[in-house]
């Protein structure tokens, strides 16, 4: 594959449900293996629409979708490409259905054909990778929050995707479940976009960072030169300014 | 609000094949339920108790549960002894009681009774999870096992979110009465939930899309029978046969 | 609604088994693959919407419901109900092993005829949906009240007095039943119509 | 009524699921009439639990509570106050069950016995304090989420409350109905307490600050002197540090 190609590619898409308040207008996307970026712009800018453009779970109105420079027009098109792609939901129990856990780790690699013993191997591996060793006979409605993202993930991680669409990771989490995703991500050594209010996250994680302005993806350099300094009791808090 | 109360255990009922429990409770439940005598009733009664006993769950519970569940046995209770003819009468004021009504109460009272401790001691001691796969392991359709373990995952989500629209209601004041208001809120609730399962569901259809679901819904869950399973197996295919031979030899 | 167990005759218990058998197998397949989760997930709504108890005087009665699902679900409502009556009989230990077969008839039986009767007027003017929610919410538990009573009467001549008492003591639930229905639909036409159009005949796609 | 004594009135409070960990601990905690009180916190601290406890949507394990010069023990008890104290809750989703805007926000005046006339009176004034004239026969499930935050507000402002409690009232919203939210709360002249991260609301609309720690609130006066001096384009997201 050549490496200077995007692996997604995306001119003058449009979307919206009424024509008079388009979400997304005339985007242009490309997005290259290796890339690393952070999306950080107010709720209802349209980026979880991303994600599911990209996913093809939606349409776009107009413009066109590439992804690994094959275009992509149909529910069929996604679907070839969809295990390859790894979209975390922002609610874990959207995307945990199965009642065990093992079962909803190994529901990817099963629909990708793997065998049940294949299937399983892996979905053990990317439990241990989690920290989530012992994990594969709870009952999924049982875990905590921060239990059920880190399945949410290992059910991701365990299709071994090329790009990884995290859809606020970190939010309502506690603080260690947080620095698990952040040393996955950073031990893993993957291509990602991470949608994220979190400032500290992204500068951690990722190499650049965009922002939505007027249903487009704007790059967004000057965030991560951002003056820091305040100091105050807060310091173990999370605040805005 | 919703729990499973005798799933987790770690008696001898608990450890025995899930696929040998549903079979003897099954068998053993529509035996019983064909049975008139009380001889085998009563059998049979002591048979659920012991086995009830044996799952070392809460009895507290048990009894909890069981009173609720007689409610309408009482039903039969009232209207049979005056309307069941036969046997011996005892006037009581304007009617009459018949015997033959009291006993045949009596009966229901413990066939249902036997019936349900059953039901406690051999599946309500699994999750509805193990029922799931069980109920795959042993061929029934594979749509019908799905749509249980669906329904079953989200029971919960969706108890939580009853739970929040409720609290909402109770901080605006809202007091359940006897009026036109109040069934409305609870149509509005009631509308309000199904459209947020109705939402919910397609973003788990498209979570499963996003990991390449054709169809097919896979089971990883395999039961091994060890020699205790084959043991409680005949045990209660052996106080099946009992219970039988009594109503068969022993009915009055 | 339900029968407990230990009540009925074998024939009874086994007629309600085979037809319920029925009605879940046309369910089942004309429920696709695609609509699973989407009908596992509304009965679990209704699962959770059947808990509520609503007070009748001075005492309450939980909501049955069965004629929404009807309306949602048309033939799906049978494999809805019968998991539903699983669940229950796990949860709350409401028994439902002989009887599963005769109480999921008693619950979708009604649900599937309400359907036919009255889907059609539910997308219509909203006065006419009102009405037909209402009817529908009524009739269905009606219906399922004289399943239930046929059901005694067939398992034992002289239960006809507490099937009479059974068929009266559900006029007031008929009655809340019908009013609940009506709003809740008249909820759902305003808020969320689509939810209402795709019943029963399931179509691809979402 | 006397001023001098608390409103809200908590002693030895103590809340949690188990044992081993509890949420709250040894609460005390005073509330008068006209204070108006900030909470920062970390996620997880207790914050919301607090909340609820005074309305007596959960119970304490130990501790008591007073309300309105009013001891608090059954529901029943909290049930007669509930009207009085106004609790915003932190995802408008959970707060809002009516088809339409107007019959949401008559809700609780009817609930308290209201005329329909009065209660739709109530409703519209209410709606057009906060700018929402107009709104009344909308679908409150198809509003926008700032627009949802708004008609939450006004759910609980035609109850005429005598305090507000008030959980994240600004997270994730636009930077025109934070305007609205702080405008209103600043012209009320009402007692309230308000959890949230964002420092600079919280200077603007109360007195003092309070955070949690160990499952109990300590006064922080310290927050208020804060330095805060950062800079970048990021100016209208919502981020944390």
């Not at chain 1, 999306?39 to 979708?65: E, Q, R, V, W, Y």
């Not at chain 3, 039943?177 to 639909?185: D, R």
Request: net charge positive; glycine share 8%; hydrophobic share 50%.
């Amino acid at each position: 594959m050549n490496q200077k190609e995007p692996i997604i590619k995306m001119r003058g898409v449009c979307f919206g449900y009424s024509d008079t308040a388009p979400i997304l207008k005339d985007l242009d996307f490309d997005f290259y293996k290796g890339d690393k970026i952070g999306i950080i712009a107010p709720n209802g800018s349209g980026k979880t629409t991303l994600f599911h453009l990209i996913m093809g779970l939606i349409k776009p109105s107009c413009g066109d979708i590439e992804i690994f420079q094959a275009p992509m027009k149909t529910e069929a098109d996604f679907a070839d490409i969809r295990h390859r792609i790894g979209l975390l939901f922002q609610d874990a129990d959207d995307q945990l259905f199965c009642p065990t856990v093992l079962e909803d780790v190994a529901f990817g690699p099963l629909n990708m054909g793997k065998s049940r013993k294949d299937a399983i191997d892996i979905s053990r591996r990317t439990l241990a990778f989690l920290g989530l060793t012992d994990f594969e006979n709870r009952i999924t409605f049982k875990l905590s929050g921060g239990e059920k993202k880190l399945v949410s993930l290992a059910t991701i991680l365990s299709m071994e995707p090329e790009v990884l669409l995290l859809d606020e990771p970190l939010m309502g989490l506690d603080i260690k479940t947080r620095s698990v995703i952040t040393r996955a991500l950073m031990e893993m050594n993957s291509s990602y976009i991470i949608i994220s209010h979190n400032i500290n996250f992204l500068e951690s994680t990722t190499h650049s960072t965009l922002t939505m302005r007027e249903g487009s993806l704007i790059a967004d350099d000057q965030v991560h030169v951002h003056v820091h300094d305040h100091a105050h009791v807060h310091g173990d808090v999370p605040h805005h300014h | 609000m919703i729990e499973e109360p005798f799933a987790t255990g770690n008696s001898a009922v608990h450890n025995i094949d899930p696929r040998f429990r549903v079979i003897a409770a099954v068998v053993y439940s529509f035996a019983v339920a064909l049975c008139y005598g009380f001889v085998p009733l009563i059998t049979a009664f002591a048979v659920s108790a012991v086995s009830l006993l044996m799952c070392r769950v809460s009895l507290k519970k048990v009894l909890k549960q069981l009173a609720l569940v007689n409610g309408f046995i009482l039903l039969f209770w009232i209207v049979l002894p005056l309307t069941y003819p036969g046997g011996a009468t005892y006037p009581l004021g304007p009617v009459t009681i018949h015997q033959a009504g009291i006993a045949f109460a009596a009966k229901i009272t413990l066939k249902s009774n036997a019936i349900l401790m059953a039901l406690i001691a051999f599946i309500a001691t699994m999750t509805l999870a193990t029922l799931g796969h069980t109920l795959g392991r042993l061929k029934v359709p594979e749509k019908l096992v799905f749509l249980l373990m669906i329904t079953y995952r989200y029971v919960f989500v969706i108890a939580q979110e009853y739970q929040k629209i409720i609290k909402s209601i109770k901080i605006r004041g809202f007091r359940p009465k006897t009026t036109l208001h109040t069934y409305k809120t609870f149509a509005y609730v009631v509308g309000m939930l199904l459209i947020r399962a109705s939402e919910r569901a397609d973003r788990v259809y498209n979570a499963m899309r996003c990991r390449g679901f054709k169809g097919t819904y896979y089971s990883l869950t395999d039961f091994q029978a060890d020699a205790g399973s084959w043991i409680f197996l005949i045990i209660v295919f052996g106080a099946t046969t009992a219970v039988v031979a009594l109503e068969i030899f022993l009915r009055f | 609604m339900h029968i407990s167990e230990g009540i009925l005759s074998g024939p009874v218990l086994l007629s309600g088994a085979a037809l319920a058998a029925a009605g879940t197998a046309i369910g089942l397949k004309k429920l696709d693959y695609d609509r699973i989760a989407r009908t596992g997930i509304l009965s679990a709504a209704f699962f959770v919407a059947s808990l509520i108890h609503v007070p009748v005087g001075p005492t309450s009665v939980h909501l049955i419901l069965n004629g929404i699902v009807g309306i949602l679900l048309g033939w799906c409502a049978f494999p809805a109900i019968l998991i539903a009556l699983l669940l229950q009989g796990l949860f709350f230990q409401f028994g439902g092993i002989t009887t599963l077969g005769v109480n999921t008839l008693i619950m979708a039986l009604p649900a599937v005829i309400c359907y036919y009767l009255f889907a059609p007027f539910i997308s219509g003017k909203k006065t006419v949906a009102v009405a037909a929610a209402f009817a529908c919410g009524f009739l269905c538990v009606l219906f399922s009240a004289l399943i239930m009573a046929a059901a005694l009467i067939f398992s034992e001549e002289n239960f006809l007095e507490i099937s009479a008492i059974v068929i009266v003591s559900h006029l007031p639930i008929m009655m809340i039943e019908g009013v609940i229905t009506a709003f809740c639909i008249l909820f759902l036409k305003k808020v969320q119509p689509a939810l209402l159009s795709q019943s029963g005949q399931y179509k691809n796609g979402y």
